[in-house]
């Protein structure tokens, strides 16, 4: 059974830094795609970014490019994302997500999700 378990949410003043982690288990994770997404109160789920099997790719949404960093470590199964200069508009549900197909993570239909971690931007 395919498990993900985000960390690393908490309160964090504007301009300040956060860094989430995901941890998978339940199968070897190394040839998938891994992503990042967030939901606000009243807002759809939007991406956030994605990373190919050995990190050799990468996307980002616009509205995080240049502040937001994912990477992965195959060998703990985890992704994790680095969040500079963050924002209050950056306040949300973060979760993680995983899939076999690069694009289905790309275009917010991965096979697997996290429950989520919270991540408040006080201003």
């Known amino acids: 059974q395919v498990q993900l378990v985000e960390s690393g949410g908490g309160l964090v003043q504007a301009g300040g830094s956060l860094r989430l982690s995901c941890a998978a288990s339940?199968?070897?994770?190394?040839?998938?795609?891994m992503g990042w997404f967030r939901q606000a109160p009243g807002k759809e789920r939007e991406f956030l970014a994605v990373?190919?099997?050995?990190?050799?790719?990468?996307n980002y949404a616009d509205s995080v490019k240049g502040r937001f960093t994912i990477s992965r470590d195959n060998a703990k199964n985890t992704v994790y994302l680095q969040m500079n200069s963050l924002k209050p508009a950056d306040t949300a549900v973060y979760y993680c997500?995983?899939?076999?197909?690069?694009?289905?993570?790309?275009?917010?239909?991965?096979?697997?999700w996290g429950q989520g971690t919270q991540v408040t931007v006080s201003s």
């Open positions: 339940g199968r070897t994770f190394s040839s998938y795609a």
């Open positions: 990373i190919n099997w050995n990190g050799g790719r990468t």
């Open positions: 997500a995983v899939d076999q197909d690069y694009y289905r993570v790309l275009t917010t239909t991965p096979g697997y």
